[in-house]
């Protein structure tokens, strides 16, 4: 369509100029009564008509639009309509509010907003806001959490789920990570986003469309855009999928111990959580682990990567215990000592 909207402005450049009559400054988009034109620009990306668009795999792509065009910007008038309003379609659910950075979802007669899109994953906290009368909650990891937050900021998982007497439904989900982490083996971009670029400690890596490998570990620099708004979009991390490695000194291969047990290979960032008899309890001094019972320990380390350990420390004589016994004995002896007065007083009467 575009070479043929070119081949009629020429055509007729060159019949009137035969007439005496030089014909300038038209283009293809300048003549709005055609029911089809070539209108790169239909998504408000920046890209001045007439360029190019590129896909992600390098083939050229070409967006076509029947209907009314905006005199003023040459863009479709919807279009047009779209980015005056400062409201930009993204995809079929989606919208973005320029004025306010947030992503919309409708919901009735009411709107969720996210500084984050659906599928979203970051390292920064998330903002969120509410417009109307409707039912939403926001879930963590699978729970639900008090209220709606006006923002949240602990890495973990989060759904947005909107419901009503007959039904219920999922508006949007998105993840908050550290950057040192272990808990993404890969990203799958965000429905009306392209992948711009992708370096793995600073080379670029293997990639496949709309989606990045991030099994291998390393730093990470990806950048991706939004195709209504043309913004782009980063995700700085260092993937980290190793667990720690811990060793448990005083316990044997049957998982048993026999006197107090020290964790040992504790890194600085890394954090311990123990159960002792399934109540949760504490480290001593020096990483030990000291009361007889069945233990159950978990070891984080800065990425988020758990190793868990069980085993069961056997009663033994520890300073504690010699204290109690000593202290049981000095009962019992204080109660056959005051007996035996007793007895002796009795009889002396």
């Known amino acids: 369509m575009k070479k043929s909207a070119k081949a009629l402005t020429t055509l007729l450049s060159a019949t009137l100029l035969l007439g005496g009559i030089m014909l300038t400054g038209v283009s293809p988009l300048d003549v709005t009564t055609m029911s089809e034109v070539h209108a790169e620009d239909v998504n408000g990306d920046g890209i001045d008509d007439g360029e190019v668009i590129e896909d992600a795999d390098g083939e050229d792509e070409y967006l076509y639009y029947e209907g009314e065009i905006d005199i003023y910007t040459g863009l479709p008038k919807e279009v047009a309509e779209q980015n005056a309003s400062g409201i930009v379609k993204v995809n079929e659910d ?5 004025d306010n950075s947030y992503f919309v979802y409708s919901v009735g007669t009411g709107t969720l907003g996210c500084s984050v899109a659906d599928g979203m994953v970051t390292t920064s906290p998330v903002k969120l806001a509410k417009t109307g009368e409707f039912n939403v909650s926001i879930y963590k990891d699978g729970s639900k959490l008090t209220g709606f937050p006006n923002s949240v900021s602990d890495p973990g998982t989060y759904t947005a789920i909107s419901w009503d007497d007959n039904s219920e439904k999922q508006l949007m989900s998105f993840k908050i990570v550290n950057k040192v982490t272990g808990n ?18 600073g080379v670029e890596p293997d990639r496949e469309y709309g989606m990045v490998d991030m099994t291998e570990e390393g730093y990470y620099d990806i950048k991706y855009v939004c195709n209504a708004t043309n913004i782009e979009y980063s995700l700085t991390v260092t993937v980290d999928h190793i ?62 990567n758990v190793i868990e350990k069980d085993f069961q420390i056997m009663l033994y004589l520890n300073v504690k215990s010699v204290f109690l ?25």
Do not use: M, W
């Open 94 to 98: 989606t919208s973005y509010d320029v």
């Open 184 to 201: 993404l083996s890969q990203y799958v971009l965000p429905s009306g986003f392209f992948l711009k670029s992708v370096t793995l400690d």
């Open 243 to 304: 667990p720690p490695q811990i060793t448990l000194e005083g316990v044997d291969k049957d998982n048993k111990a026999n006197g107090p047990v020290t964790i040992k290979g504790l890194q600085s960032k890394d954090s311990v959580v123990v159960f002792l008899d399934d109540y949760k309890t504490n480290l001593k001094t020096g990483n030990k682990l000291t009361e007889s019972g069945d233990y159950r320990l978990y070891v984080y380390d800065e990425a988020g």
């Open 325 to 349: 016994f000593i202290a049981f004995v000095l009962i019992i002896a204080g109660v056959f000592v005051a007996l035996y007065i007793t007895r002796k007083n009795l009889r002396v009467r």
